[in-house]
């Protein structure tokens, strides 16, 4: 009786276990984006000269301060990995956990090569001089923001073909919206209605990372 008992409960204790680290990895999608947010907009109402209508965050991980916003940066992008990890262990395969890994190895990219200084941040520092790492991080975001986008979208269609209406649509205005936002930042740098519009989709792409978090741990 007591071989048999035990022999029953080895499965149970390895789904469980199975479902602990799926939530775990999942969880890493709730808190990444109030960490990036958090510590950005701490950053960008305390240091020097950084004004919110002008500069991108991004500028934060330059002057002598720069290492907070680059392990920032570090930190939310490996959350994100492993957020991914969790939602292809939930959800299946697809699209959705690869676009959504791909960003965040973007934010670690985005960290590892510095924005180059912009508009008087940090003061003193010239900007308009392109350099390769600052190539490297326009690309990197480039490439995250996009995929980001395609998640949305290829999510939201997996969301109306389960009939969650409410998740296909809200889905689609994140990617509609960060495309917006991000088009805007790209084709009017420097103005402070584009940047503002950026930083807006910036958020609301957390937002929706840590609602979809949520949303899939409660089913995992």
Do not use: K
């Amino acid at each position: 009786m007591t071989t048999a008992t035990a022999h029953a409960g080895t499965p149970s204790r390895a789904c469980d276990r199975e479902s602990a680290v799926t939530r775990s990895l999942l969880g890493y999608g709730v808190i990444a984006g109030p960490l990036y947010v958090g510590v950005s907009l701490t950053e960008a109402l305390t240091r020097d000269s950084f004004d919110l209508t002008r500069h991108a965050w991004s500028l934060l991980a330059n002057g002598d301060l720069g290492w907070i916003h680059i392990t920032n940066l570090v930190l939310a992008g490996a959350m994100t990995v492993a957020f991914a990890a969790g939602l292809r262990r939930a959800a299946g395969r697809g699209w959705a956990p690869r676009l959504l890994a791909v960003y965040g190895l973007s934010l670690l990219a985005a960290g590892a090569f510095r924005a180059d200084p912009a508009q008087g941040f940090p003061r003193g520092v010239p900007g308009g001089e392109v350099s390769w790492h600052g190539i490297a991080h326009l690309a990197s975001g480039g490439v995250g923001f996009t995929c980001l986008v395609a998640a949305c979208f290829v999510l939201a269609h997996r969301f109306a073909r389960s009939g969650r209406a409410a998740w296909a649509w809200g889905s689609r205005a994140t990617g509609a919206l960060f495309a917006a936002g991000f088009l805007a930042m790209v084709s009017a740098a420097g103005a402070a209605w584009s940047n503002l519009a950026f930083t807006g989709a910036v958020v609301l792409g957390w937002a929706w990372i840590g609602a979809l978090a949520v949303h899939v741990y409660r089913n995992a």
